[in-house]
């Protein structure tokens, strides 16, 4: 940090090193020696990571967190990261973050490096789990009940924790599960002395968090406009120069590949929101419809406009349970008519596998998946290859018993030589049944949870900040006047023409955030984007309901496809299980525009043969 400024003047650089667990440790090697940082910060958790640690700490006392931070990352880093004072944060911890601060200390200790050490504590909520049943504590979206057996039971914490812990003077501060932009926003608390009622300022802090937590998904990774990006052998990480007032420019290091434009970090913004009047944090309620973005210089886009309501007096807890087993096999077909003998061969092993089954004294299956990949199964009714002469069939299957998937899995190489022919390619040999891991969300009162940060062999309570107000919220307007037909000839282009977008997961709901890419696209692609027409085209997908949030700040909209990921990404059969392909996918939805825009001179003339066709 910029030590002789004042606090309104001070820019605070935070860089981020990791998106999640398995991420490239070139990320942080790269902020640490050429990213000129204050802080690196990664992050590393997600449901089903949370679930997979629980597991390694049950079999051994000393696991339980994400082992990659501390040999990949720490051991590596640690004395440029001594000599640079760059202060460390990061979710690392999982489910036992004493452990990671222990094998983190004795890295300290064999590379001679003198850092203090601050774990959070406090999100395990295991304890609790049967006064949460006996309560009938129900699942936040489905109505659900608690199932009797959870594998894990974690809140969301907040900043103010990672706050106190580097207020207390700590170099390296570890948490469990904590909410992914807060790793962000603690930091900038501690340097600018936010308060808990500076909600505009909190709601920016973690804007800025949000931006950069997934990695390189801010600095070009996954933009839909791919050719726009260079240097994906060496992308480069971002970095968030943050101001006092909330302010912030996101970057990458210099000479790096990857791409920082308004297009690629308003696609960023838009990942895994829903509301974004009503995005509900544990520090905040963040609204973020009308975020600004401004590209300032190269690689240099400049965010700004979050606004902030008082949080709730509730944490989301993220309890995961087993529910069975499942398992998946892959194999190529070739040939005329590939698909549709691809179809076949996918019906008939799950027919004979669930008669043996039947015949050995189980159940059938409780779901199965075929998926045809290559015949773009994933477009439903939209699929335009259904001549396909090569594919990759997909099998996906789940039962109550891994000893029934044995058997599905014996009776899939007989295909081989007693199905279609051009069947090759079996990949990876029989399957391995595999836990059926579900996410059971559901909120707790802050009051309940006990916070606490661990520093130099001491233990401090953090007390909860629960407001007395509670949030007014006023609904986003859409900043446009509708489309005018009045008068004019239509023509139909993709909606790639006109706009760009990401999509993520929220459990079992997709999330597609669409952006146009001229403000005067937008009234057109609201005409045709309705609930019922993304809800139409997603028919083969979206099982619950389609939901719709203006975001007049970015000149987009995004769509919520409840039910619509097949059970969500810990839990789902589908080949694309967290609907990272949704926005592609309704990339090729038709929109209706005035067809003088395909004319010479037009805005859209180069998508004139495509419309024609």
């Known amino acids: 940090m910029d030590g002789g ?3 309104m003047d001070r820019i605070v650089r935070i860089g981020c090193g990791a998106g999640f667990w398995g991420d490239s440790p070139e990320g942080p090697a790269q902020l640490v020696r050429s990213g000129r940082i204050d802080y690196l910060v990664m992050d590393y958790l997600a449901e089903i990571t949370m679930s997979i640690l629980t597991r390694m700490k049950a079999k051994r006392p000393d696991l339980g967190y994400a082992t990659d931070f501390v040999t990949m990352v720490m051991k590596p880093l640690a004395r440029e990261i001594a000599d640079k004072r760059i202060r460390v944060v990061t979710n690392a911890g999982g489910v036992n973050p004493q452990a990671c601060r222990d094998a983190l200390l004795a890295v300290f200790r064999d590379t001679g490096v003198d850092l203090k050490v601050a774990v959070v ?6 304890a609790s789990a049967n006064r949460y049943r006996a309560e009938g504590v129900r699942e936040m979206f489905s109505g659900a009940p608690m199932p009797e057996r959870l594998a894990s039971v974690n809140a969301y914490l907040g900043a103010f924790p990672i706050a106190a812990a580097l207020d207390a003077g700590a170099d390296v501060v570890i948490t469990g599960r904590a909410v992914d932009s807060a790793v962000v926003l603690g930091p900038l608390i501690h340097e600018f002395g936010w308060r808990p009622t500076d909600y505009d300022l909190l709601s920016a ?3 800025a968090g949000h931006v950069v937590e997934c990695g390189a998904q801010a600095t070009g ?7 726009d990006v260079g240097g994906w052998d060496d992308m480069g990480f971002p970095i968030a120069e943050c101001a006092a007032d ?3 420019v996101v970057t990458k290091p210099e000479g790096t590949g990857g791409l920082v434009s308004t297009r690629t970090v308003a696609e960023q913004v838009v990942y895994e929101v829903g509301d974004p009047t009503r995005y509900i944090l544990p520090d905040v309620t963040a609204d973020w419809s009308a975020v600004r973005l401004e590209q300032v210089g190269p690689d240099r886009v400049r965010v700004s406009g979050a606004r902030g309501l008082p949080p709730t007096d509730s944490y989301k807890v993220s309890a995961t349970y087993g529910d069975g087993y499942r398992a998946s096999v892959t194999m190529m077909i070739a040939g005329r008519e590939a698909a ?3 179809r076949a061969t996918g019906e008939a092993i799950l027919r004979r596998s669930e008669r043996l089954m039947t015949q050995a004294g189980f159940a059938g299956f409780a779901e199965t998946s075929i998926e045809i990949l290559g015949a773009e199964s994933n477009y439903g009714a939209q699929s335009r290859a259904p001549a396909a002469r090569e594919v990759v069939l997909k099998i996906g299957v789940r039962h109550p018993s891994k000893d029934a998937l044995a058997i599905f899995a014996r009776e899939i190489y007989p295909a081989a030589t ?3 022919q051009g069947l090759t390619g079996f990949a990876g040999g029989r399957p391995e049944p595999q836990a059926v891991i579900r996410l059971f969300s559901f909120l707790t009162p802050k009051k309940d949870v006990a916070t606490s940060v661990d520093i130099d062999g001491e233990s401090r309570n953090i007390e909860p900040f629960i407001p007395n107000e509670e949030a007014a919220f006023v609904g986003a307007t859409s900043g446009v006047i509708d489309a005018d037909v009045a008068g004019k000839s239509l023509a139909s282009v993709p909606l790639i023409a006109l706009a760009h977008g990401r999509s993520g997961d929220k459990g079992d709901i997709g999330n597609i955030g669409v952006l146009a890419r001229e403000a005067e696209y937008l009234p057109w692609i609201r005409r045709s984007l309705t609930e019922a027409a993304v809800g139409n085209y997603f028919a083969h997908f979206a099982r619950g309901k389609i939901v719709r949030y203006e975001w007049p700040g970015l000149s987009g909209r995004n769509f919520l496809l409840h039910e619509g990921l097949g059970g969500g990404g810990i839990a789902s059969l589908r080949h694309d299980p967290q609907g990272k392909a949704l926005a592609q996918i309704l990339m090729d939805i038709p929109v209706e525009v005035p067809a003088e825009w395909l004319d010479d001179g037009g805005p ?8 024609a066709a």
């Open 604 to 611: 859209l003339v180069g998508w004139r043969r495509e419309a």
């Open 340 to 342: 549709a003998k691809a």
């Open 246 to 248: 909330g302010s912030f």
């Open 205 to 207: 802090g973690s804007l």
């Open 418 to 420: 007693a199905m279609a």
């Open 221 to 227: 990774g996954i933009f839909t406009d791919w050719r």
């Open 5 to 7: 400024l004042s606090a």
């Open 121 to 126: 504590l406090g999100d395990d909520l295991a």
